[in-house]
C-alpha cells in the first residue's frame, strides 16, 4: 500500500522500496481467497518482523495449520529440524555458495503451489483507495478488513 511523501509519512518510508507505504500482512487459502489480513503497519517495518510480532507461526501451529511462503520469510519458523514447520519456504542462494540442482527443483515446486494464491493478494492492492491512504494506520486496518469482503468476491467470480 503506497502512501503520499510528507514530513509526517517519514516514519512510513521503506528503504527497500524507497518510497512511502504501509505494510500489510495477508494469507490466503489454497484458492486465492484472503483469509486473514494482519494490522497496518508503517512502511519502514520488515515482513518478517511483523510476523513475528503477530506471532504468526505460533497462531498457525494451535490452528493446526501451515504457510508456504516467499524467501523474505526464510528464518521465520525458527522450530528445530524434527519439528514439523508451521511455514515453509524456499532456498536462498549466497555470493560464495549457488543453489543445488535439489534446491531448486524445491523452490520450482514451492512456486507452482503459491501460483494460484497471488490473485488474492492482486484484487487487495488493486484497490485505488490503499494508495491514497493519509491516516494512521489503525484507521487503514479497518479498511484493509473491511476490503476483504469485495476482494474475495472478485476472487470467487
Known sequence: MRRRTGSESRKNYSGR??????????????KGRLVW?????????????????????ARLRKAGLGAIADLGFVGLDGSGPDADPAVITG????????????????????????????????????????GKVRTDPKWATALVRALLVPTNREVTR
Open 17 to 30: 522500496h524507497k518510497r512511502h507505504g504501509l505494510l500489510v500482512i495477508a494469507l490466503t487459502g489454497d
Open 37 to 57: 489480513v494482519s494490522a497496518v503497519r508503517p512502511g519502514r517495518t520488515s515482513e518478517i518482523t511483523a510476523c513475528r510480532h503477530d506471532k504468526l507461526t
Open 91 to 130: 532456498c536462498k542462494a549466497a555470493r560464495n555458495r549457488p543453489l543445488t540442482r535439489g534446491q531448486r527443483l524445491s523452490n520450482k515446486a514451492l512456486a507452482v503451489v503459491r501460483a494460484p494464491v497471488e490473485p488474492g493478494f492482486a484484487h487487495l492492492k488493486n484497490r485505488r483507495v490503499l
